[in-house]
């Protein structure tokens, strides 16, 4: 019987362009996904024996998340339906923040579609549990390989990338905002980027700054000028590139040495070595 806990993490964006919206009422992208594996939520996943529902669901960590309908682990446990899961008991522990641009729903819908689909009656092909992934989120399929990839189109056409990060620090400051992404989206004017990811990855960190950069910066510093002022304070403590993740409202920087955090009140805070 099916009895696993598995640990979905977030991820942040390195440089977001958004290059064209689409016909299908979404946007194209480009962009570098990086796995933040040290900040994570816990989901617990165990089959059980009931005449009861198929998906007993408990979320523990986010109460505004508890009381959602419809929550996407139930949806993605209802595109598992037409390969005959198994009876299900999950229990999600939250402490990736929402709504912050770091991809917490998402890695959660994924890693449950994998932890699952082996042991639903019907066999479920790589490029099938993608495309069920793809239904969930954008981002959902970078979650199912969970690696630095380059993300074009909704996100979800992936070309993994080398980084050279190995010994830098992250540190990840989530502020009390919450920032809509369709309003974000409607505030982007879609273009080319100057210059090729790939082109810009190859320079040295320090210099990422002068060319690569995330579209929704400009208009969430404008709207929140909080979000300035902690891009601001990283910057004072050594970071050497600095930038937002995904549309916010989290941000974040890289150094090369250990940092002395600053004092950010009412901020997550994360930090780790990558």
Known sequence: ?????????AKINLGLYVTQKRSDGFHDIETVFLPVVGLYDTLEIAEVNTTSASLSLEVC??????CEPNNILER????????????????LTKRIPTGA????GSADASFFLQAVAPFCKQDIAVKQLESLALQLGSDCPFFLRNTPSIGCGRGEKLIPIALKLSGYYLLVVVPPIHIATKEA???????LPQK???ETLLHPVEEWGSSLYNDFQAY???QYPLVGSLLASLRECGAVYTSLSGSGSALFGLYRQLPELPNLPNCLVHLERL
């Open 61 to 66: 960590g986010n109460r505004e998340l508890a």
């Open 76 to 91: 993605a446990y209802e595109l598992l339906v037409p390969f005959e899961p198994p009876k299900l008991r999950v229990r």
């Open 220 to 222: 969430v510093v404008k």
């Open 101 to 104: 641009g770091l991809g917490g």
């Open 1 to 9: 019987m099916l009895s696993i806990t598995v640990y979905p993490n």
């Open 185 to 191: 989206f409607a505030a982007i004017t879609p273009q």
């Open 196 to 198: 090729a990811l790939k």
